[in-house]
């Protein structure tokens, strides 16, 4: 079994920053593509940002020059630094993972969530 969680969610006012960190634990073999996604209230959950197992890196436009996703593969971890944050990126963050668990199966995985909050 493999376990995502996250971390670093919070309360923050227009215009700070806040960490997010994803650690993954288990029966990993290896990790693939890694990513941020976020649910608003009301809204569809939404892609924030992913990152290869190389380090290639994609962004929603939204965040584009905000946020800078990163990863550590020795640690089975993954980052979201979010700066000049604005009041609509608030939403539950999700970390997700697609997780090899042998040298050939690798499924999908999801951590429970972490609140960010930004206020006005």
């Known amino acids: 079994q493999v376990q995502l969680v996250e971390s670093g969610g919070g309360l923050v006012q227009a215009g700070g920053s806040l960490r997010l960190s994803c650690a993954a634990s288990?029966?990993?073999?290896?990790?693939?593509?890694m990513g941020w996604y976020r649910q608003a209230p009301g809204k569809q959950r939404e892609l924030v940002a992913t990152?290869?197992?190389?380090?290639?890196?994609n962004y929603a436009d939204s965040v584009k020059g905000r946020f800078t996703i990163s990863r550590d593969n020795g640690k089975n971890r993954m980052y979201l630094q979010m700066n000049s944050l604005k009041p609509e990126d608030t939403a539950v963050y999700y970390c997700?993972?697609?997780?090899?668990?042998?040298?050939?199966?690798?499924?999908?995985?999801w951590g429970q969530g972490t609140q960010v909050t930004v206020s006005s």
């Open positions: 288990g029966s990993i073999f290896s990790i693939n593509a």
């Open positions: 990152i290869s197992s190389g380090g290639s890196t």
């Open positions: 997700h993972a697609e997780v090899y668990t042998s040298s050939y199966y690798a499924r999908p995985y």
